[in-house]
Nanobody
């Protein structure tokens, strides 16, 4: 069993900052990728940022220069620092974990989501 604990969402004014955290625990042998996705009302879920086992990162064009993803391998935790937030960043943010267990099976696991609302 794997658990993803997301935290850090909330209400912030435009131009403000938030930091999301996602901590993974359980029968994890190796983590391949961790990342953040978001889904706004009546829209499809979209990639925000991902970090890969080799250290590379990917960002959506809409967040480049404003958001930074980082990872603490010792804690199996991924962070998303969000600066200069805009109303269009309002969404439920989901953590995604791609990992293998000790038997070598590979899994794709999603967190429950944390709400981010950017509004004055």
């Amino acid at each position: 069993q794997v658990q993803l604990v997301e935290s850090g969402g909330g209400l912030v004014q435009p131009g403000g900052s938030l930091r999301l955290s996602c901590a993974a625990s359980g029968t994890i042998f190796s983590i391949y990728n961790m990342g953040w996705y978001r889904q706004a009302p009546e829209k499809s879920r979209e990639l925000v940022a991902t970090t890969h086992s080799g250290g590379t990162t990917n960002y959506a064009d809409s967040v480049k220069g404003r958001f930074t993803i980082s990872r603490d391998n010792a804690k199996n935790t991924v962070y998303l620092q969000m600066n200069t937030l805009k109303p269009e960043d309002t969404a439920v943010y989901y953590c995604r974990l791609e990992y293998s267990d000790y038997a070598g099976y590979r899994y794709d696991y999603w967190g429950q989501g944390t709400q981010v609302t950017v509004s004055s």
